[in-house]
């Protein structure tokens, strides 16, 4: 189908705004020219900015409370932002953060991992597994209940989402109920897809900035064959826990999403993979100016509130 309205006018917009490809720029300039749609902020209960401790550095991290959080046992999320390893931070998606805190009624922490080049891989996968196993094993100091964590992300995130999920299995800690993967990247290495191809360019993700994304985050072409770098490689998808996998259909990681998704159904897992039709990467973002970001949002909120009443 054709692209929507709403999402029409996104494009529209960013092309008379005339700014330069992101891999035309250096990552400071990138991370600086790095915009998201900002609409009100969306109040929450509470906000916590702190470190917690990593294996190579401190991590940061945002906790987001319910308004009507328990003092003990409140589900949580941990969530790794988008940005190809390269950009984005918890301030760019300090609303979708919000949303799912409100919408599923979970304790979200949102981890700021650290960004290539100057950290490549595996530096983020370090840090988000670091963080989840922190949640997990303080989970009173973050008044959840650690049987009910999920962990999520888009893009890149949804890729860090995929591989931490994968890690914990392996593992077998810390215990993770749910992945939440939205237009996830799952196979770095692998042939252009067909989706890479038809939405090469002019779709807000172009198949430029995510080749330079790649080449900032890898050290090599052997990193390419790693499954904590292309979580489709594995060879095992069984006894991972459920997943949601959203997609958009003019994103050139349509195809990658949607064939993890498959992997996972193979393999009996639980999983449900929804297409946005008509619209584009990143749309959950610009969920104050597409509407079906905000639909996916409150499709996310459903899934997750469901794996924590399970």
Known sequence: MSLDPQTQLVLAQLAAAGAPPLETLSPEQARAAFQLPKGEIEPVGKVEDRPIPGPEAD??????????????????????????????????????????????????????????????FPAAVI??????????????????????????????????????????????????????????S???????????????????????????????????????????????????????????VITAEYDPLRDEGEDYAKRLAEAGVEVESVRYDGTIHGFISMAVVIDQGKAALIKSGDALRTAFNQ
Request: proline share 6%; net charge negative; glycine share 8%.
């Open 59 to 120: 991590i940061p991290i945002r906790v987001y409370y319910p308004k009507d959080a328990n003092a003990t046992n409140n589900p949580a999320l941990v969530y790794y932002h988008g940005g190809g390893w390269v950009v984005g931070n918890i301030e760019s998606h300090d609303n979708i953060c919000r949303a799912l805190t409100n919408l599923a009624n979970c304790v979200t922490i949102s981890v700021d991992y650290r960004l290539a080049p100057e950290h490549k």
């Open 186 to 244: 799952t196979n770095l290495g692998g042939e252009h897809s067909v989706s890479m191809k038809e939405n090469a360019e002019g779709y807000f993700l172009t198949k430029g900035t995510m080749e330079w994304f790649r080449d900032c985050y890898l050290n090599s072409e052997q990193d390419k064959l790693n499954p904590l770098l292309s979580p489709y490689l594995n060879e095992e998808f069984n006894g991972l826990p459920p997943a949601l």
């Open 127 to 184: 840090d988000s597994y670091a963080a989840v196993q922190y949640v997990y094993e303080h989970a009173e100091e973050f008044q959840i209940d650690r049987t009910r964590i999920a962990v999520g992300g888009d893009s890149a995130g949804g890729n860090l989402a995929a591989v931490v999920a994968n890690l914990a299995k392996e593992k077998k800690t810390p215990e993770i109920c749910f992945q939440l993967l939205l237009y996830p």
